[in-house]
Nanobody, 116 residues
Framework: QVHLVESGGGFVQAGGSLRLSCAAS????????SGWYRRAPGKEREFVAT????????VYSTSVKGRFTISRDIAKNTVYLQMNNLEPEDTAIYYC?????????WGQGIQVTVSS
């Protein structure tokens, strides 16, 4: 069984940055895509970004395009989400998932809170 563990969340002022990490244990991100989703208070879970593990090519939601960057470290079996110019609307629980698009595995979620 693959376990995904997120880290790096917390509190930040609007305009600030955070970097989320998702480390895989009991498996690896050797193939397929991995991604990030988020669920804001009172909202449905939404897609944030996905990355092709082999090439590093990425797809982003419109709401984060140009502000967030997804990346991966193959040797560390870790996927990252660099979040810049954060806005209060980015406040949510962020979830790492693998593989895309079946999303068979999910992290426990990590809170990101952006204050105005």
């Amino acid at each position: 069984q693959v376990h995904l563990v997120e880290s790096g969340g917390g509190f930040v002022q609007a305009g600030g940055s955070l970097r989320l990490s998702c480390a895989a244990s009991g498996g690896s991100f050797d193939s397929y895509n991995s991604g990030w989703y988020r669920r804001a208070p009172g909202k449905e879970r939404e897609f944030v970004a996905t990355i092709r593990w082999s090439s590093g090519s990425a797809v982003y939601s419109t709401s984060v395009k140009g502000r967030f960057t997804i990346s991966r470290d193959i040797a560390k079996n870790t996927v990252y989400l660099q979040m810049n110019n954060l806005e209060p609307e980015d406040t949510a629980i962020y979830y790492c998932t693998w593989p895309e698009p079946s999303n068979a595995y999910w992290g426990q979620g990590i809170q990101v809170t952006v204050s105005s």
